[in-house]
């Protein structure tokens, strides 16, 4: 049975291509690149930069997820976020995803021209958006995070790491269909670095990779990030940990096995060499 993901206008067939999501982050302090992309005019030439690499989808944010990071207001993200939004709904071709776990974010980026919703809560911060996914018809990313970013790297602890991750997905995935939401508008994100432990011999995100095969049994699509994220850094780094500008080479090894093991997308920072690698491993996998 061929898998169609719908996003805007667009028809992807998760067979024969793995999507690549750009991440666009319009903050001051986002962990990777926080400032860069702060104005309108910057963040709307990057938008376009990342359609000419290759992206399939543009995932815009307006607050840090960072580890230890605060939670700003639904109106500071709207004022970083939707004038941003409005001009690159008219500059680019490609669907155009919102980061947010706000109902009146996610409400008033779907009103602007936003295609899907990225929420790193999966509805458990504000169970309205799952309304807003309903009555528009779009997709909607649900998300495993152990706690808040401003908690989540503080001790966490699993027993199963897989099996914990899978069963609050199912979860998720249950409530949105409650309340409406098409079971096709449904992709799944285990959440690499978001509440995982990393570090001292200790590294939950490369179990998730390496057994990211049984997520599968969820039947969604798999969306996973591993972009620069903190694990890279420690296991790239061996005795001290790689600065986040060294870290390409092992965010795109690890995209590798993600999708080697089933992720369907892969949300990265660096579009030109991921798309790269993509189209590799895709004639590999996707051909077979």
């Given amino acids: 049975m061929t898998r ?11 067979d ?16 990777s690149d926080g400032g860069r992309f702060f104005s309108i005019e910057k963040a709307v030439s990057r938008a376009i930069e990342m359609e ?3 992206a399939d989808i543009i995932d815009i944010g307006g607050e840090s997820s960072r580890p230890g990071s605060l939670p700003v207001s639904a109106e500071e993200e709207i004022r970083r976020v939707i004038p941003v939004l409005e001009k690159i709904v008219k500059k680019v071709s490609i669907p155009i995803s919102i980061d947010t776990h706000k109902y009146k974010v996610a409400k008033k980026a779907l009103e602007t021209g936003a295609d899907m919703i990225n929420d ?4 458990r911060n504000d169970e309205k958006i799952a309304d807003l996914v309903s009555n528009y018809d779009v997709p909607i990313c649900l998300m495993h995070m152990k706690g808040t970013p401003r908690d989540m790297q503080k001790k966490p602890f699993y027993k199963d790491v897989v099996m ?3 069963n609050f997905l199912n979860k998720q995935i249950n409530y949105a269909i409650s309340k409406g939401v098409k079971k096709d508008n449904i992709i799944i994100d285990p959440g690499i670095g978001f509440g995982k432990k990393t570090g001292a011999g200790i590294e939950d995100n490369c179990e998730i990779l390496r057994r990211l095969k049984e997520f599968k049994e969820l039947g ?3 969306l996973i990030g591993v972009s620069r994220k903190t694990f890279i850094g420690n296991i790239c780094g061996k005795e001290k940990q790689l600065p986040m500008d060294q870290r390409l080479e092992g ?10 093991n089933g992720a369907d997308i892969v949300r990265m920072h660096d579009v030109l060499e ?14 077979a």
Avoid: Y
């Avoid at 169609?4 to 998760?14: A, H, N, S, T, Y």
């Fill in 4 to 14: 169609i993901l719908k996003i805007g206008d667009e028809k992807f067939d998760l």
């Fill in 16 to 31: 024969k291509k793995t999507l690549l999501m750009g991440i666009l982050n319009v903050t001051p302090d986002s962990f």
């Fill in 52 to 54: 000419k690499q290759g």
């Fill in 120 to 123: 790193i809560s999966a509805l």
């Fill in 164 to 166: 914990e991750i899978k």
């Fill in 220 to 222: 969604q699509p798999i």
């Fill in 251 to 260: 965010s795109l090894a690890a995209m590798c096995i993600a999708v080697m």
């Fill in 274 to 287: 991921s798309k790269r690698c993509l189209r590799l491993i895709d004639e590999v996998i996707k051909k």
